[in-house]
Nanobody, 116 residues
């Protein structure tokens, strides 16, 4: 299983970023996917989840209405569109998958910094 995130960077408050996660090594379309983040000095926080077919999504209260998770089961990609970013969104963002009988897998993370 390999998860590779990309798309992080430095953005001004109010700006937008789209994170991407390329997945391989498992039957991507069969599994729900999640994005987590970890802010400095804080525990990892679940940001968003999406079902295997993409029809069901859930978000942390702190990002509802600003972030959108979606996936492409042909390209084996999951995305996190982040709008109206604020400094509290500064974190390392991780793509994750839980595979029954095999375990939880995490990407290496991508840094998002929101600052003027």
């Amino acid at each position: 299983v390999q998860l590779v995130e990309s798309g992080g960077g430095l953005v001004q408050p109010g700006g937008s970023l789209r994170l991407s996660c390329a997945a391989s090594g498992f039957t991507f379309r069969a599994y729900g996917m999640s994005w987590y983040r970890q802010r400095v000095g804080k525990e990892r926080e679940l940001v968003a989840t999406i079902s295997s077919a993409g029809g069901s999504t859930n978000y942390a209260e702190s990002v509802k209405g600003r972030f959108t998770i979606y996936r492409d089961n042909v390209k084996n990609m999951v995305y996190l569109q982040m709008n109206s970013l604020n400094p509290e969104d500064t974190a390392v963002y991780f793509c994750t998958v839980q595979i029954a009988g095999r375990g939880d897998y995490w990407g290496q993370g991508t840094q998002v910094t929101v600052s003027s």
